[in-house]
């Protein structure tokens, strides 16, 4: 595996390349500064893995909204809950 480190001011400049490089299976570290590294890897859906408890949360959301106990959010109430902010 290819690897590239590259700076986080070249990784700003050339964000879509760098994306690309990963999608292909390089690996890319982003240096910022002299102490902090990261590494860009691309995800799949299999890789999010949930706890048991937002599972839990998103099941009882799902039975909320099939028993009809939700709001529609509109732009109506986008402005009653956000004012000027939206």
Known sequence: ???LEVTSR???EKQRSFFEMA???KRIIIKRGRKASY???PIQ????ILSPEA???IDQAAEQINR????KYTPEL???LFGNYV
């Not at 859906?45 to 999010?48: G, P, Q, S, V």
């Not at 009809?68 to 709001?71: A, C, D, I, L």
């Open 68 to 71: 009809g106990e939700f709001v």
């Open 78 to 80: 986008a402005q009653q």
């Open 1 to 3: 595996m290819e690897i």
């Open 10 to 12: 070249q990784f700003r």
């Open 23 to 25: 999608d292909t299976g």
């Open 55 to 57: 599972l839990n949360r």
């Open 39 to 41: 590494v860009l890897t």
């Open 45 to 48: 859906e299999k890789d999010i």
